[in-house]
């Protein structure tokens, strides 16, 4: 396949203190995962940095692109959502709350295919006007879902039939989901249906109703490189886009 032929996809990057020889600065920067797994399924990776966000810059950007990828990161300001912050969710990271709910909901406008992984799923969520969970261990009693030190845990993803991520994967399914995150849904927004779910309830997966290709997955796709179902299904639906 000719690169002119790849569909470019954009993937949004985190924003953080970082050391670099004698610099110690705020950069953006993405795990190499992301777009590794962007370009072994077929297609062109660019990093989108936080920036200031309007609705004419998202959709300025979206115009250039194939497809989009919201990545993980810190948790969604729960201001968004009409809550108070609680002692254990992340300070507000408000340049990449703005800047990602303005490129999701201008994919949603123009019918632009993405993915939304982890914090992409809280924020997609949100920006459809549902709420989270801001601390699962004190929803739930159990820390299954929370990594540590860069550690993933595994857990169970029971994916529901007839549903769109089940078509991208091939069917309904059970599969074993590499998580990290102490936060999820609690209250769907309207628009979403659905995908997956954990044995405990906990919402694993989302589609966004009346596009060709909206999903959000809680868990980190990524981090499973023998499986790349999802990116290959998002690419082979930007190549459609593209065309």
């Not at 059970?174 to 628009?191: C, E, F, M, N, R």
């Not at 959000?216 to 990116?231: A, C, K, M, S």
């Amino acid at each position: 396949m000719s690169a002119s032929s790849k569909p470019i996809i954009g993937v949004t990057t985190y924003l953080e203190q970082a050391q670099t020889g004698v610099w110690d600065v705020q950069a953006s920067f993405l795990p190499k995962p992301y777009f590794e797994a962007v370009y072994k399924a077929g297609g062109i990776p660019v990093l989108l940095p936080p920036q200031p966000a309007s609705a004419e810059i998202a959709g300025a950007v979206l115009s250039r692109l194939d497809g989009l990828i919201v990545a993980g990161g810190k948790d969604v300001n729960p201001s968004r959502y009409g809550q108070e912050r609680l002692p254990t969710t992340d300070e507000p990271r408000d340049d990449r709350d703005e800047w990602e709910t303005a490129l999701l909901l201008a994919a949603i406008e123009g019918n632009v295919p993405f993915l939304g992984i982890c914090r992409g799923l809280q924020v997609l969520n949100v920006a459809l006007g549902g709420t989270l969970h801001q601390h699962i261990p004190e929803v739930l009693g159990t820390d299954r879902y929370t990594g540590v030190d860069g550690v993933f845990k595994e857990n169970d993803v029971i994916v529901d039939d007839g549903t769109r991520i089940a078509g991208v994967l091939g069917g309904g399914e059970t599969l074993v989901g590499k998580s990290y995150h102490h936060q999820a849904i609690d209250a769907l927004a309207p628009g979403l249906a659905i995908g997956a779910r954990s044995d405990d309830g906990t919402v694993q997966a989302v589609e966004v109703e009346g596009v060709d290709f909206g999903l959000g997955v809680q868990w980190h796709p990524e981090n499973t490189p023998d499986d790349l179902r999802l990116f290959a299904g998002l690419v082979e639906a930007a190549r459609e886009y593209r065309s």
